[in-house]
């Protein structure tokens, strides 16, 4: 029995369990099950370059037929109570004018960072509807009555 590469294989096993529990975004787990087979091939004394060719095969064997199944089971989009600003009306606190950067609206007592869906200048005081959110900046349009 190797004991170096039992030890570096219990260590990548340790680690990949460790990172998929700290993430649980399924970033690890299937390193973790090849290490697990190569720790196993290690402890009956199999040569290196099987224990390491084993480890990649299993690795990316299961990524690959897992990852369609894992991505469908975590869904896509998550929506955030930011999200729910999406079709409201916002305030143009501060001039919006895409090509400067600038321009600041107000939805809800909270000031956002705001730019115009089709890049025109929005002056202070208009009422915009929020078309979408682009993480911390609302992407906003002109209301049309």
């Known amino acids: ?6 030890v570096a ?16 975004q399924f970033v690890s787990i299937w390193f973790a099950c090849g290490s697990l087979v190569s720790l196993i091939l290690a402890g009956l004394g199999a040569p290196r370059w099987a224990q ?20 469908r089971l975590r869904g896509g989009f998550v929506r955030t109570n930011a999200d729910l600003n999406i079709g409201r009306t916002a305030i143009v606190t501060e001039e919006i004018k895409n090509e400067f950067s600038k321009g600041r609206a107000t939805i809800g007592g909270v000031s956002w960072k705001a730019v115009s869906e089709d890049g025109a200048e929005i002056p202070a005081g208009e009422t915009v509807v929020v078309k979408e959110i682009d993480g911390a900046k609302l992407i906003v349009a002109k209301r049309r009555d």
Do not use: N, Y
């Open 9 to 24: 294989w219990g260590f990548v096993l340790i680690a990949g369990i460790v990172i998929e529990v700290i993430t649980v």
């Open 1 to 6: 029995m190797d004991i170096l590469m039992a």
């Open 52 to 71: 390491l060719s084993v480890f990649i095969a299993v690795s990316a064997i299961l990524l690959i037929l897992t990852r369609p199944i894992v991505k």
